[in-house]
C-alpha cells in the first residue's frame, strides 16, 4: 500500500462520548504526542454543537451519515446531515479524499474493552491489527467489512483507509481514567504502525491471531404495542466477545420468562446493552470468531 | 410513630434512569407485587417529560425543587420548578402531607450497589435500615440526616417519612437485569417493613449495623477557565464505601499529576464520577461510617 501522508484524528462525533473530545483537548495542547514525521495529523472534534447539549446527536445520528448516496442527497437537511458534507469537504471527498486516514475515537457503555474495529481485511489492516495485539494484550479487533468502505456510512469511511477506536465500558458523560489511558494507547500504536509502515521499518508480527467478524444485529423483544418486553440477560450483560451457543438464555422478560438463543453458529455478542439503542431497541452485536493471517 | 396509610412509589423523578420507569410498568400490570394490606399504594411517573427527551431533566434537576422556599416562590417558572408544585400539590402539601410515605427510585453510573438513603436517623428509619439489611446482604444505608426533612429539597421529602432507593452501577438510558433485580428487591422489603410497622409485627432486628453519613462533597479540579484540569484518579473509580485516607490519591490531572487527598477522617466516597455531575464538576460524595443502634 502508498504511503499515508495525511492523518485525521476525530474526536467527538457522539457527543456524549467523553473520552475522545477530552485526549483531543490535551492533543491540541501537546501536539508532538500525535505527530510523527512521516505524516501530518490533524485533529477534528466532529460534532461540539452535540457536545454541547450533552447529547449523541441533535437529530441523526452522525456516524451513520456518510453514505454516498447520502452524501449526494441535497434533501437531507438535519444537522447532522449537513454537518456530514461539511466534514466530507474538510476531510474528503469521499472516494477521493486528501486524508489518506481517519482514527474516529467512540467509547461504548458495553464491556469491550480497547476495539479496534476494522472496515476492510487487506494486508495493511491485518497487519495493524497484529501490530495492535502485539502492543496491547487486552487489545480486540473486530471487521466490519461485511460492506466495502464506500458503502459504509462512517466517517472513517471519508478516507480509503480508516479505523474505529471504540471502547469501554465508559457511561455516557463520563471520563474514567481507566478508558482515557486505554484510548490514548491504542491511538499511539495506530500511529506508531502508520509510521512504521511509511518507513518500511515495521518488526516481525505475529503470523496469525484471533479476531471478531460482524454477522449480525439481534433487537430486544418487543410487546404488541412495540414497547420493550424484555431486557438482556443477566448472564449476557457485560460478556462482550465470550460465546452464545445455541440454547444459551438471551433475554429476559419482565414478565420473567427467560428467552434462548437460536444459532446455528457460535457467535461472539458485542455492544452488548449499549446506552445508545434506547430509541431503536438493538440489544447487541454478533460476531463469529476467526483467525487472521498476517503474510 | 403512627400508621402508615398511604405510600407513593415514585419512579422517573430522573427521565434517563430508566429501572424504576420500567418497575412502574410492569408494577402497574401487576399491582398485587406492591399492594399491602394495612395502607395503600399508588405509583407516579414523576417526569415523563424528561423521559421522552432521555433526559435527565429539561430546565433544572427535579429532585432539587422540594425546597419549602422554593415551593412558595411562584417566580420559578422552569419546567421542573412547576412540575414540583404540581407533585407537592399531588402528593403533599410538604409540612401536611397526604401521603404518609414516598418511595423514591433512582440509578446511579457509580458503583453503589443497592443503596437505602434515609434523610432522618429517627427509630422508624435506623430500624427500616436493619430490616432491610438483614434481607439483603449487599444493601448499604446512607444517612443523609445534616439538613432536617422539611430543609431537604428532595421528592421523598414532602411527606414526614420517605426513603431515596438508589441502585448502581447503571449507565444512563440502560436496563441492567442484575439493577432491576435490586431495585425491586428493596422496595419489596421496604413496603414488607411498613406493613409489619403497621401490624406491629416486627421480627427481631439486628441490634446495630454498619452505615454512613454524609459529610461533604468533593468538586473536580479545574483550570483557571473553569474547565476541568482532570478526572476521578483510576484507585477510586468503582470504589464507592471503601476507605479514603488522608493522603490517598484521589485525582489524576490530565497532564499526568495526581492529587491527594487532605482529610483529617477516614473517608468513604460514593456517588464516584457520577455521570449526572457532567454539569456540575461534582466529582463524589463522603461519608463517614458510623454504627447504628436500632433500640
Redesign the interface.
Known amino acids: 500500500m502508498d504511503k499515508i501522508n495525511t492523518v485525521a484524528i476525530v474526536g467527538g462525533t457522539h457527543g456524549n462520548e467523553?473520552s475522545g473530545i477530552?485526549l483531543l483537548?490535551?492533543w491540541d495542547k501537546q501536539p508532538e504526542i500525535v505527530s510523527r514525521s512521516s505524516f501530518s495529523t490533524q485533529t477534528v472534534f466532529a460534532n461540539a454543537k452535540a457536545h454541547d447539549e450533552?447529547k449523541r446527536y441533535l437529530d441523526a445520528d452522525l456516524n451513520r451519515q456518510f453514505g454516498m448516496d447520502d452524501l449526494n442527497n441535497y434533501e437531507l437537511r438535519g444537522y447532522e446531515q449537513c454537518l456530514a458534507k461539511s466534514l466530507n469537504q474538510q476531510l474528503g471527498p469521499k472516494g477521493n479524499a486528501k486524508t489518506d486516514f481517519i482514527i474516529d475515537l467512540h467509547n461504548t457503555?458495553s464491556n469491550m474493552g480497547p476495539s479496534l474495529i476494522l472496515l476492510q481485511a487487506d494486508e495493511f489492516n491485518r497487519k495493524m491489527g497484529a501490530y495492535v495485539k502485539d502492543k496491547m494484550s487486552d487489545a480486540v479487533v473486530v471487521f466490519e467489512d461485511h460492506a466495502t468502505v464506500e458503502e459504509h456510512y462512517f466517517v472513517s469511511s471519508i478516507s480509503k483507509q480508516g479505523v474505529i477506536v471504540e471502547i469501554g465500558?465508559q457511561?455516557?458523560?463520563?471520563?474514567?481514567?481507566?478508558i482515557?489511558?486505554w484510548m490514548a494507547e491504542m491511538t499511539k500504536h495506530i500511529l506508531d504502525y502508520i509510521e512504521l509502515h511509511n518507513t518500511q521499518a515495521l518488526p516481525d508480527l505475529s503470523s496469525s491471531y484471533e479476531a471478531f467478524k460482524y454477522t449480525e444485529t439481534l433487537s430486544l423483544p418487543l410487546d404488541e404495542k412495540g414497547?420493550?418486553a424484555g431486557?438482556?440477560?443477566?448472564a449476557v450483560?457485560d460478556a462482550d466477545f465470550s460465546p452464545l451457543k445455541d440454547g444459551d438464555p438471551i433475554f429476559?422478560l419482565?414478565?420473567g420468562e427467560e428467552v434462548y438463543w437460536q444459532g446455528d453458529y457460535i457467535a461472539y455478542p458485542h455492544f452488548i446493552?449499549e446506552?445508545?439503542y434506547?430509541?431503536n431497541n438493538l440489544a447487541m452485536s454478533l460476531a463469529e470468531k476467526i483467525i487472521v493471517e498476517t503474510v
Open positions: 467523553y477530552y483537548r490535551h450533552n457503555t465500558p457511561p455516557q458523560s463520563v471520563i474514567r481514567q481507566d482515557l489511558d414497547e420493550r431486557m438482556v440477560h443477566k450483560q429476559t419482565f414478565n446493552n446506552a445508545a434506547y430509541d
